[in-house]
């Protein structure tokens, strides 16, 4: 079965409609990663995706696919803020990849206060722009957790020929402008987080839900196995059109979910007491389940608990979330749930 394709945007690039998110094989060993990703090549995936704070992400992509280059369209991703991280960051990536130049190199989760250094004077976008010059990258783009930041960016001087946003049945804030928008200024469009990290009980129906929409440029689901690959892939060539039953299997997640799934938009920010409230949200649910209990994982996660213990009570967070989750009530429960998984060690 040929995958479907569509066009990645003013890159020009013909992509398929699903993509290879290279967030989970971290959590296999290198083998398993391998062989995942060869799979994926095996039944037409040209499109792959991972990003430098990955860990072990970027060398078993370039592993995986290295003899086919030419075959694939690889993008990775950056944090850094400035030029000179940005550029030791490029390198260690064409290296961890085996290429010499990147399909796309991505400005990672890109805030309103970071953007402030980014754009600034020696700062990440002006070395992005002569590694693009160089040939080092072809095409450049930015992710971001905020669709109304992103929309921002795209409707003024855009920079960017691509942008990464999640979105899925829950979170469908993109869809009302972010999308449309990038459709009428044909900046490419890359959906993350199709399955809402893992919180939902039907991949099949969140991953049609996602390529339903035909402002969507690609999708891409992270897949851990063999057997999810071939299960995803499946999906892509069946009819798009939600029935019945899968709109009621959204229904189900919409009610079971709606009132604690956080989108990591990050709108409640700042909290006066400085309690990283999506991430307190988010983990137990998504990244745990995406990532396990890495370093970064058990380090925020202490840092946070005394946090959300001195929490204000103050409900401002609460004003600001577009989804109206009852964030004061949400904190403690689940901060405990985490420090009980930490104890653990155990992943839902």
């Known amino acids: 079965m040929a995958l479907r394709r569509r066009t990645l945007g003013k890159t020009g690039l013909s992509v398929t409609e699903m993509g290879f998110g290279g967030i989970p094989i971290q959590k296999v060993t290198e083998d398993v990663a391998v062989a995942v990703v060869r799979r994926c090549l095996e039944l037409g995936i040209n499109y792959y995706d991972t990003a430098r704070n990955y860990t072990t992400s970027e060398e078993r992509i370039g592993k995986a696919l290295e003899g086919h280059r030419s075959e694939v369209y690889l993008a990775t991703k950056t944090q850094q803020k400035t030029g000179e991280g940005l550029r030791k960051e490029l390198e260690i990536s064409l290296k961890n990849l085996r290429t010499d130049y990147l399909d796309l190199y991505q400005l990672h989760n890109v805030t309103e206060e970071g953007w402030k250094i980014i754009s600034a004077p020696g700062g990440a976008l002006e070395a992005l722009y002569k590694a693009k010059r160089d040939g080092k990258v072809l095409h450049i783009g930015a992710t971001s957790h905020s669709p109304t930041f992103l929309a921002w960016i795209v409707g003024g001087d855009c920079p960017f020929e691509t942008v990464m946003v999640g979105y899925n049945y829950i979170a469908t804030q993109p869809a009302d402008r972010l999308l449309p928008l990038c459709k ?85 920010q700042p909290c006066p007491a400085g309690i990283p409230i999506s991430f307190v949200l988010r983990t137990e649910l998504s990244t745990l389940r995406r990532m396990g209990w890495s370093e970064g994982v058990v380090r925020q996660t202490k840092e946070a608990a005394p946090k959300v213990d001195a929490c204000l009570l103050c409900g401002a967070c609460e004003t600001r979330c577009p989804y109206q989750l009852p964030i004061r009530e949400l904190l403690p429960e689940k901060m405990a749930s985490l420090l009980r998984r930490l104890d653990e060690r155990s992943i839902p």
């Open 184 to 268: 009428e200024k044909n900046v490419g469009t890359i959906i993350m987080k199709p399955f809402g990290g893992g919180a939902f009980t039907d991949a099949r129906t969140a991953l049609k839900y996602v390529l339903s929409n035909r402002d969507v440029s690609c999708v891409i689901p992270g897949m851990l196995d063999v057997r999810e690959v071939d299960e995803n892939v499946s999906v892509c060539g069946e009819s798009q059109i939600l029935g019945d039953a899968e709109r009621e299997a959204i229904e189900r997640d919409r009610k079971a979910l709606g009132k604690e799934f956080c989108a990591a938009c990050d709108y409640c």
